[in-house]
């Protein structure tokens, strides 16, 4: 087992990355944040207990990302490639993952720190737009659906996540800071970080990234 962490702020680009990756690589999408909304969707437990941390803009207990997180690589065969959008988000996290890639014989080849001006962050964030059922990442103004409110890539309903009201947002800037920029030095002394400078176009940081797994 081989993965590959997307590391970065709220609204860096890790969702936007990941569609791309989706694409050009064999990696398997793994996003804590579409697991949990996918959970509330559907009424599950594990919803109901990240539900009120998400609408705050907090971070959900790291006891249950970890379990989420174990029983999603646990379901797929040991050769599989996973790429981590949105985990770990703490170094407890980091740590548990550490022991689950050991236990079952997995290892973390890259981690992409994805690198952008808060300002440039907040900007985005008040103006993306995301697929309820796919996931997919839009934007107002530069990446709309062809068609207003509906995605391109099934038709579901492009929305505006809750969490991505002004007041939340500086919430998460700031629980992104204390939590898991910290992250940045532990994969740093593992020699993991691949800086990406993720402040421009998409197609810029897909294309730095793209370059890092092929060579
Ligand atoms: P995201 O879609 O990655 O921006 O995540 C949305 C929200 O889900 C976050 O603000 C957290 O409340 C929660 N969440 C997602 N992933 C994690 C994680 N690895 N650890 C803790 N909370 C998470």
């Known amino acids: 087992m081989e993965a590959i962490i997307l590391l970065g702020g709220p609204g860096a680009g890790k969702g936007t990355l990941a569609d791309f990756l989706k694409k050009q690589t064999t990696y398997i999408h793994v996003s804590t944040g579409d697991m949990l909304r996918a959970a509330i969707q559907a ?22 990302i970890l379990r989420i997180i174990e029983e999603r690589i646990s379901r797929d065969p040991a050769e599989n490639r996973f790429m981590f959008d949105g985990f770990p988000r703490t170094i407890e ?9 050991k236990k079952q014989g997995g290892t973390v080849k890259h981690v992409f720190n994805l690198v952008v001006e808060r300002e440039i962050l907040l900007k ?64 740093q002394k593992k020699g993991l970080i691949r800086d990406i400078a993720a402040g421009g176009l998409a197609a810029e940081t897909d294309a730095l990234v793209l370059k890092v797994l092929t060579a």
């Not at 509906?150 to 500086?170: H, K, P």
């Not at 998460?172 to 030095?185: D, F, G, N, S, W």
Request: with cysteine.
């Open 124 to 187: 985005r964030l008040t103006s993306r737009r995301i697929c309820k059922t796919c996931g997919a990442v839009y934007h107002v103004t530069n990446k709309p659906p062809k068609k207003e409110g509906v995605c391109d890539l099934d038709g579901g309903e492009v929305y505006q996540r809750a969490d991505d009201s002004e007041a939340t947002i500086l919430k998460r800037l700031e629980v992104y800071e204390k939590q898991t920029a910290p992250l940045i030095a532990y994969y």
């Open 43 to 64: 009424g599950l437990a594990v919803g109901l207990e990240a539900k009120a941390f998400m609408e705050a803009g907090q971070l959900v207990p790291d006891s249950v």
């Open 93 to 101: 996290q980091a740590e548990g993952l550490d022991l689950l890639f």
